[in-house]
């Protein structure tokens, strides 16, 4: 349940993030929203993300303050988005993740969870994580046209393997393309990044058994 202080955050930010699994994580653990059901101007209303049906079904939907959709708890890979009446207030990324609601005075806080970091993208498009997201949906989009799969099966074998597996398999594959192609600046700092969160996983032993790249990972994943 959320604490006082908590609460006191969402009312003034609309959305909160949970803390990093480590200081230099690219993303968070989690994000709390508020979504109100008399929200005005910027106060988050909704949310646009991706669900799993099963069966390789996997719409995109629309989270309100209201209780709907709780019996489809799976989001899927890929950009969620925070909305207002105004505009679109946040984007976040993830590898894979689960949502819930709970019932609240002025709505509902809807908790998204995942294993892997939860990427939090900046309005400015040249921001780092956003550079970084784009390299990851480039990736997926060459892995799914090499192993000849539809988005939503490509999805369902992502969630089949679970979000850290993913994470780790992403930030191999990314390792492995950054190092063979001409790095502008950003792209230097891109490598820089995926290196050293590699280097802690690998350091505190959180990624257990070796994990290939992507479409390794993804072509076993039947």
Do not use: K
Not at 33 to 50: C, F, G, K, N, Y
Not at 137 to 142: P, Q, S
Not at 168 to 186: I, M, R
Request: hydrophobic fraction near 45%.
């Amino acid at each position: 349940m959320e604490s006082e202080g908590e609460m006191e955050r969402l009312a003034a930010l609309g959305f909160d993030t949970a803390p990093a699994l480590h200081d230099d994580s690219l993303g968070f653990t989690g994000v709390a929203v508020l979504l109100r059901a008399d929200a005005e101007r910027h106060q988050p209303d909704s949310i646009r993300l991706r669900l799993d049906e099963g069966d390789e079904r996997t719409p995109w939907a629309h989270l309100h303050a209201a209780p709907d959709l709780d019996w489809l708890p799976i989001i899927c890979p890929g950009r969620l988005y925070i909305h207002s009446e105004l505009e679109m207030e946040g984007t976040f990324f993830t590898f894979g993740a689960r949502w819930r609601r709970e019932m609240t005075a002025p709505g509902a806080v809807i908790r998204i969870e995942s294993e892997a970091p939860i990427l939090e993208l900046q309005r400015d498009p040249l921001a780092q994580t956003n550079q970084l997201v784009d390299e990851i949906e480039a990736l997926w989009a060459r892995v799914e046209a090499q192993l000849g799969l539809s988005t939503a099966q490509l999805l369902e074998r992502m969630l089949a393997a679970g979000a850290e597996t993913i994470y780790l398999a992403v930030l191999q594959s990314l390792q492995a393309h950054l190092a063979t192609v001409e790095l502008a600046g950003h792209a230097h700092s891109l490598a820089d990044l995926v290196n050293g969160e590699l280097q802690w996983y690998q350091q505190t032993g959180r990624s257990g058994l070796y994990v290939p790249d992507l479409a390794t990972l993804l072509r076993r994943e039947i």
